[in-house]
């Protein structure tokens, strides 16, 4: 089966068996307080039903209206800072429910709103996480130099570390303030921040609804908004770093797959068999995860699916790891280069490590072809950049290359 | 300016223009309703008072018990299904909030089990979403070449019309579906479906909250979890085929820039040395197109 339908069906069963171990451990762990806080509820309730003499039905009209009154014991909602508050949460998709359009033709506007607001949001949010991420990485090679370091290069490690524990600080600066200005524990507060920023917003903590807070402290209000949009940019500033690759797997793949097949009716070729033998076993010293398939160390995404590989044959665990080494080997995606390492009369070897340096992979002796399958016709594919693609290949035409001769690809070792 | 920095700025601005007059206008739609609905409310409140003869304190007593009592009135909502059903809520990130932990440790699980599960759902639903726009290219070829049209091609307005129009054909579905099993309006089950597959999730309308439909109406159970998870599919194949590309947009120039940096410099290089290079390769890695 193709690559992309595999990894596809792989994360859907993933997906399915995460929900179920996440269902029963929250049963586990929610089910027991649940049913004794529900009798305590209702043996209160009957106590107070007594106290007060009130029936049933006094008491159900009792309920109506306090359940009723529940949105409006926050304040006022829909003045300009409480709407400005809701917009936040309708674009951001927090969502928490606080306030919800009462009114029809507010609905049909917060749906409108959504429809819009929402992959601008997206957007904007990736962009400057992208923006953020570059001048990471520049301050930190900055860094390196100063420091006199041997090598200068920002790994992906490097990157990922640092956007975690960014991600950390946001949550916990928020949990202090929030804790302070809100009242409550410092885990609350804690739990607070972070089911705002993955956007989830469940509603059981909401800041600015005390004390009238949205209208009579208008510091507070404005802290609140631009910790929610901040702490936004900082947890999509990771996300691009790590995530954001996974997303365009199966497009990528798909790509390649139809330049392959463009190239093998260019060119006539009999069958595909250059292309799986494309996929030798090639050292290990291309073991360093190319920046296309996703990369290794410490990302933490879903391993589910696998990551990257090339060729379209699933024809086994042994395949698809030579592939992925082929891929890399081959890697049709970019390599930023370490402008201080440029040596292309040496061939390199690719690093080992997931540094940000270009390495030209050139025609040369250095690479015999004792540990690879030497091609006996061109159907070696490499890579040309296009837009909006970050794969793409394109065949050399070029006789008897091996997958390491193939000329200036580069290759990124990390994003 | 750079083309990243320049997109960017112009995003950020974009966006707070976008709030600024969202919250405009959801002020003049809400504001008066509001108003107006509390001060009846919290006539009514006195009202009530005076008659059952309760004080200020013994009111803060019961309203207190009602708050407390309000999740449960829904039935149980941390059995299996309830669980499953939260746990959906966590990772596609909707976040309802008709059900939030209680328990400490229950919050804890909840923070770990959502920073897995939120790239894992991502990334699920972006790969099926991929796959599923893949299969309507290939169907859409396959009925223009049986049309007999004179261009077989799929072209991108194809494409997002058939998106757009799954989208609305599914929230519609749930709408019809939800309307008759919850006893909601049309509109209102659309509003429902619309808040949940944008996995904006306020909470308002909330499926499965009437009274033991958890643990009694299986079936129905089985449908709301498959429609959420099949119309988050359907949106995020639209996603996939719309927004996806923008997101990866300062990235890519980033890594053009970088390229053609390299190719000058190397086009430098190579003019002083001019000895290890391939012509024919070297054409090659310098075919970049912009």
């Given at each position: ?70 949105p409006h014991k926050a304040g006022l909602q829909w003045k300009f800072a409480g709407s400005f508050y809701f917009a936040i949460t309708v674009i951001t998709t927090i969502g928490y429910g606080h306030a919800a359009p009462s009114t029809d033709g507010g609905k049909v506007f917060c749906m409108l709103y959504a429809l819009l607001g929402i992959p601008l949001t997206l957007v904007m949010f990736?962009s400057l ?67 705002t920023?993955?956007t989830?917003g469940?509603g059981?903590?909401v800041a600015l609804q005390k004390d009238q807070a949205l209208q009579t402290n208008p510091k507070y209000v404005a802290f609140c908004f631009m910790y929610i949009l901040t702490g936004l940019t ?182 | ?7 960017t700025l112009s995003l950020i601005l974009c966006m707070f223009s976008y709030l600024l007059v969202g919250a405009a206008v959801f002020d003049a739609l809400e504001s008066e309703t509001e108003s107006s609905r509390r001060r009846i ?146 509109f209102h089950?659309y509003y429902?479906?619309f808040i949940?597959?944008t996995t904006i999730g306020f909470g308002d309308f ?85």
């Amino acid at each position: 089966m193709k690559r992309q339908n595999v990894r596809t069906l792989a994360l859907i069963i993933c997906t399915f068996i995460y929900l179920l171990v996440g269902a029963a451990v929250f049963d586990a762990l929610e089910s027991k307080k649940e049913t004794t806080q529900k009798k305590k509820v209702y043996d209160r309730k009957q106590e107070l039903r007594n106290k007060y003499n009130l029936t049933k039905l006094n008491f159900d009209e009792l309920e109506e209206v306090v359940l009723q009154l529940k949105p409006h014991k926050a304040g006022l909602q829909w003045k300009f800072a409480g709407s400005f508050y809701f917009a936040i949460t309708v674009i951001t998709t927090i969502g928490y429910g606080h306030a919800a359009p009462s009114t029809d033709g507010g609905k049909v506007f917060c749906m409108l709103y959504a429809l819009l607001g929402i992959p601008l949001t997206l957007v904007m949010f990736q962009s400057l996480g992208e923006r953020i991420n570059t001048l990471v990485r520049y301050l930190l090679h900055r860094l390196k130099n100063c420091l006199g370091m041997r090598r200068t290069e920002v790994s992906m490690v490097n990157m990922v570390a640092i956007g975690f524990i960014s991600c950390m600080s946001t949550l916990c600066m928020g949990a202090l303030s929030f804790s302070h200005f809100e009242g409550w524990s410092f885990f609350h507060a804690y739990y607070y921040c972070f089911i705002t920023l993955t956007t989830i917003g469940f509603g059981d903590y909401v800041a600015l609804q005390k004390d009238q807070a949205l209208q009579t402290n208008p510091k507070y209000v404005a802290f609140c908004f631009m910790y929610i949009l901040t702490g936004l940019t900082v947890i999509g500033a990771f996300l691009n770093l790590v995530v954001l690759r996974f997303m365009t797997m199966n497009a990528e793949d798909e790509k390649r797959d139809a330049e392959q097949r463009a190239l093998l009716s260019q060119n006539g070729q009999a069958g595909g068999h250059n292309h799986p033998g494309c996929a030798p076993d090639p050292p290990s010293s291309s073991s360093a995860a190319s920046g296309c398939s996703g990369g290794a160390g410490g990302t933490g995404g879903p391993g589910g699916g696998g990551n990257g590989g090339v060729g379209g044959a699933g024809r086994g665990l042994r395949n698809v790891y030579a592939e992925v080494l082929h891929f890399q080997s081959m890697c049709s995606c970019l390599w930023y280069k370490s402008r201080e390492k440029l040596q292309y009369s040496i061939p390199m070897i690719i690093p080992r490590d997931l540094s940000t340096s270009d390495t030209y992979m050139e025609q040369g002796e250095a690479f015999s072809s004792d540990a690879l399958h030497p091609l006996h016709s061109n159907g070696c594919v490499y890579s040309m950049h296009q837009p909006h693609s970050v794969i793409s290949s394109v065949s050399t035409g070029l006789h008897s290359l091996t997958p390491y001769r193939l000329g200036h690809s580069k290759r990124r070792s990390s994003i | 300016m750079k083309k990243q920095n320049v997109r960017t700025l112009s995003l950020i601005l974009c966006m707070f223009s976008y709030l600024l007059v969202g919250a405009a206008v959801f002020d003049a739609l809400e504001s008066e309703t509001e108003s107006s609905r509390r001060r009846i409310l919290e006539l009514k409140r006195t009202e009530m008072k005076k008659k059952y003869r309760l004080s200020e304190d013994d009111y803060r007593q019961i309203e207190q018990v009602v708050l407390q009592a309000e999740p449960h009135h829904a039935g149980r909502q941390w059995k299996f299904a309830g669980s499953f059903y939260f746990a959906i809520t966590v990772i596609t990130t909707i976040g309802y909030g008709h059900a939030a932990p209680g328990t400490d440790a229950g919050k804890v699980f909840c923070m770990f089990y959502a920073v897995l599960g939120i790239p894992l759902t991502l990334v699920m639903f972006q790969s099926l979403g991929e796959r599923m726009n893949t299969f309507v290219r290939y169907l859409l070829w396959r009925a223009k070449q049986c049309l007999g049209l004179r261009r077989t091609e799929v072209s991108m307005e194809n494409m997002v019309s058939v998106g757009f129009l799954s989208c609305i054909g599914t929230l519609c579905v749930g709408a019809a579906a939800f309307s008759h099993y919850e006893g909601w309006t049309f509109f209102h089950a659309y509003y429902y479906c619309f808040i949940t597959l944008t996995t904006i999730g306020f909470g308002d309308f909330v499926a499965l909250q009437k009274k033991e439909d958890l643990q009694e109406k299986t079936p129905y159970v089985a449908f709301s979890f498959m429609y959420i998870l099949v119309g988050l599919t359907v949106i995020g194949a639209f996603l996939n085929l719309v927004v996806l590309r923008f997101l990866t947009m300062n990235t890519e120039d980033e890594r053009r820039d970088a390229q053609e940096r390299a190719s000058i410099k190397r086009e430098r290089g190579l003019l002083t040395m001019g000895k290890h290079s391939h012509p024919l390769t070297f054409t090659r890695c310098c075919g970049v197109t912009a």
